[in-house]
């Protein structure tokens, strides 16, 4: 069975704890559970950090032990040319998601450097993103 890396980056650890006005009041572990629930094609390994190079770490180390990834970077979206440049070196398909829809928000917002890397991105319809995601790539590694 395929194998996809859901990585959430910085202050994705807080969800359901504070702004959810922002972000909602699910937590980051009722997204991976609910993923874990949907996934009935693929395994789903889930890693969060606030931590830049440990989400380089873990996009380099997923080349070879899983079929694609789905990422959401949170801020380094709009400002990482690193994190950019460690998915286009592991050539693993790739879905960006976030849960708001970043095109609606501040304009530095709209920018997000993953897309140009990604096969796709998904935003604005909150947890249900990340199932949408999972979709996406279980269809793209059943067709590869
Ligand atoms: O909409 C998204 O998923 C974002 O990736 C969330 C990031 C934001 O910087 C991006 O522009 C869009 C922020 C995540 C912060 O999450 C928090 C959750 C609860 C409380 C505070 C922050």
Known sequence: MPSVLVLNGPNLNLLGQRQPEVYGSTTLADIEAACTAHAVDLDV???????????????????????????????????????????????????????????????????????????GQICGFGPQGYLMALDALAARLATS
């Open 45 to 119: 390994a889930f890693l969060q950090s606030n931590h830049e190079g440990v989400l380089l770490d873990a996009i380099h180390a997923a080349k070879g032990v899983h079929g694609g990834l789905i990422i959401n970077a949170g801020a380094y979206t709009h400002t990482s040319i690193a994190l950019m440049d460690a998915v286009a070196s592991v050539e693993l398909p790739t879905v960006e998601v976030h849960l708001s829809n970043i095109h609606a928000r501040e304009p530095f917002r709209h920018v997000s450097y993953l897309s140009k890397v990604a096969i």
